[in-house]
């Protein structure tokens, strides 16, 4: 189960770091330095599945080398008994405007997402798990100091979760 | 004719809710589609008002197209017994119902065993095709006092609620050539 949410952690985390990739740290979208120095550190923040009122902590180092993006993370999965630290990763490449990613968790499943300004789309499967598909979307506002990334998730089964997730850079 | 007692009938029954379970897993992109799409509206998930908040809740909606479908599956696997008075797990292990008295158990007798005994299962599909959500709650409080009942199979009699409100009993598989 913690893999799971290490895999929707990382989808957000992946979409937000290359929202702020592409707008945020890097107007131009070429990935040159600028994009490094304002993208590379640690975002905070917390995951919440407004449909059923469970909440937890995730944070995410990110890294830069020039055209590929990498990301690490943690979730704190407590809040249902899942431990406080379940780990995932995530990689990109930026290419011009466009800013394509995958991500991958364990056994949980895999996904993919594209970015467009500062807004991200894309979508994954839990399969292994038989939690179903979930698709995510995610934005930054560049104007808030600090910059902050929120996002949502949703597991399209009729019952699934359905939440979201805001992470701010330290 | 000696009744059989609980743990072959408690074996019996685990046979049966695990082909079920196996069921709801082959049906849970059909009938446990549509019934967690029910359950979703009979039960307000995601409305302030929805009982189901937190993380267990959580977790059993992320299985809801099993878990929601999983009355239908077990109704599936209750009816041959309704119907025969054998279900696949008293088959597995060589029982079947009788009358009290050892004899054979007439038809109306095994379908209001049956329907006494899938009142849960049935009641909950019913709820949730209906959307009335009271009916979950009252199936739900059905499932506990049945599983309770079963218990009644430790007494003397070794005959479960369901036994006793349809004059039934569960004895050990008899052949048409073996008569009672």
């Known amino acids: 189960m913690e893999r799971v949410f290490a895999a929707l952690a990382f989808v957000t985390f992946a979409a937000f770091v290359f929202v702020g990739c592409d707008s945020a740290g890097d107007p131009a979208g070429d990935g040159g330095d600028t994009a490094t120095h304002a993208l590379v550190g640690t975002w905070t923040g917390t995951w919440t599945d407004t449909q059923y009122s469970a909440t937890g902590s995730m944070s995410i180092s990110v890294t830069q080398t020039g055209s590929s993006l990498a990301g690490t993370g943690s979730i704190d999965l407590s809040s249902i008994g899942r431990g406080a630290s379940n780990s995932g990763t995530a990689g990109g490449t930026i290419s011009g405007e466009a800013v394509s990613f995958t991500f991958t968790a364990g056994t949980v499943g895999s996904g993919s997402g594209t970015i467009s300004g500062t807004s991200v789309t894309g979508s994954g499967t839990s399969a292994p798990l038989g939690f179903g598909p979930f698709t995510f979307t995610a934005t930054i506002d560049t104007a808030a100091t600090p910059n902050i990334l929120f996002g949502t998730f949703d597991f399209t089964d009729p019952t699934g979760g359905i939440g979201t997730a805001s992470l701010t850079k330290q | ?180």
């Open chain 2, 1 to 180: 004719m000696e009744r059989k007692g609980f743990w072959p009938r408690a074996a019996a029954a685990l046979a049966d809710a695990s082909l079920a379970a196996v069921l709801a897993l082959l049906l849970a992109r059909a009938s446990g589609h549509y019934f967690a799409i029910k359950a979703a509206a009979t039960l307000g998930i995601g409305e302030p008002d929805s009982p189901l908040k937190g993380p267990l809740p959580m977790l059993i909606g992320m299985f809801g197209i099993f878990f929601y479908g999983l009355p239908f599956a077990l109704l599936l696997v209750s009816l041959p017994e309704a119907l025969s008075g054998r279900s696949p797990g008293k088959i597995a292990f060589g029982l079947e119902v009788g009358a009290a008295d050892g004899g054979r158990a007439g038809r109306s007798a095994l379908l209001f065993r049956g329907a006494v005994k899938t009142l849960p299962w049935w009641g909950a599909c019913l709820a949730f095709c209906l959307e009335y959500r009271p009916g979950v709650a009252a199936s739900a409080l059905a499932s506990i006092v049945l599983s309770m009942g079963f218990f009644l199979v430790l007494g003397r009699e070794r005959r479960a609620l369901h036994d006793l409100a349809s004059g039934t009993a569960v004895f050990r598989y008899r052949s048409e050539s073996e008569g009672r």
